[in-house]
Nanobody, 125 residues
Framework: QVQLVESGGGLVQAGGSLRLSCAAS????????MGWFRQAPGKEREFVGG????????KYADSVKGRFIISRDNAKNTVYLQMNSLKPEDTAVYYC??????????????????WGQGTQVTVSS
C-alpha cells in the first residue's frame, strides 16, 4: 500500500513562490496518477491539478493555470507542485492524492484512492 506525505508548505507573501512535495512510500508509485487538491477555511476541497502516471499529461484548474506547475519524479517516488505568483486566495491546506492505473487526470476527489495528510499554505497580502 502506498502512503503519501506532503511537505513544503508555509507562509509566503503575495507574488512569491512555494514548491510542495508529495513523497510516496511503496514500490508502485509509478502506477498512480497524482492529483493536488486544496481546502480553504469554510470551503469545500477543490481540485488544483494533476499529472498522469507517466508524467506525459497534466491538467489544471482555471484558477491556477499559468501559475502552478505539477511534475513528478518516479525514480524518487515524488510529485511536486510548483506554485508561482501566489495570491492570498491560494491560502489553503494542500493535499496530494493518488489514483491507481488511470490514463487520464481525474478532477473529482471521489475518484482518488489515496490521500496525504495535507500541508498548510498561507499567502499574506
Amino acid at each position: 500500500q502506498v502512503q503519501l506525505v506532503e511537505s513544503g508548505g508555509g507562509l509566503v507573501q503575495a507574488g512569491g513562490s512555494l514548491r510542495l512535495s508529495c513523497a510516496a512510500s511503496g514500490r508502485t508509485f509509478s502506477s498512480y496518477s497524482m492529483g493536488w487538491f486544496r481546502q480553504a477555511p469554510g470551503k469545500e476541497r477543490e481540485f488544483v491539478g494533476g499529472i498522469t502516471w507517466s508524467g506525459g499529461s497534466t491538467k489544471y484548474a482555471d484558477s491556477v493555470k499559468g501559475r502552478f506547475i505539477i511534475s513528478r519524479d518516479n525514480a524518487k517516488n515524488t510529485v511536486y507542485l510548483q506554485m508561482n505568483s501566489l495570491k492570498p486566495e491560494d491560502t489553503a491546506v494542500y493535499y496530494c492524492a493518488g489514483k491507481l492505473w488511470s490514463i487520464a487526470v481525474a478532477d473529482a476527489e471521489g475518484k482518488y484512492d489515496l490521500w496525504g495528510q495535507g500541508t498548510q499554505v498561507t499567502v499574506s497580502s
